[in-house]
């Protein structure tokens, strides 16, 4: 059964950075033939995404309340894809999660929710002073 697992929430001040890691098991074909999706949800709103990757490391999107302090990397050897936040804002509070998504051309990614098939269960991210 496919599993994905994030780690590196926490509790962080404003301005302050962390770094989000995602690995994956159970893939038909590993982590590495996916693109990688990061949404977050907020209490009381709906799951947006905010970041992906492409299966190919190539190419990365951003929404726009993240542009310029968010980025997104993988590492093919550790089959783990991570998600590098600063300057972060209390905003910025939520379950952040990672999931798996199929796209035939490996130099695309997208940030809608219906794309992606296999979800991790989230971590959670506070930004408080």
């Known amino acids: 059964q496919a599993q994905l697992v994030e780690s590196g929430g926490g509790l962080v001040q404003p301005g302050g950075s962390l770094r989000l890691s995602c690995t994956g098991s159970g893939l038909e074909y590993g982590l590495n033939y996916y693109a990688i999706g990061w949404f977050r949800q907020a209490p009381g709103k709906e799951r947006e995404g905010i970041s992906c990757?492409?299966?190919?490391?190539?190419?990365?999107e951003f929404a726009d309340s993240v542009k310029g302090r968010f980025t997104a990397s993988r590492d093919s050897a550790a089959n783990t894809v991570f998600l590098h936040m600063a300057s972060l804002q209390p905003e910025d509070t939520a379950v952040y999660y990672c999931?798996?998504?199929?796209?035939?051309?490996?130099?695309?990614?997208?940030?809608?929710?219906?794309?992606?098939?296999?979800w991790g269960q989230g971590t959670q991210v506070t930004v408080s002073s």
């Open positions: 990757i492409s299966s190919s490391g190539a190419m990365t």
């Open positions: 999931a798996s998504g199929y796209y035939t051309d490996s130099q695309r990614c997208g940030l809608v929710v219906a794309e992606y098939d296999n």
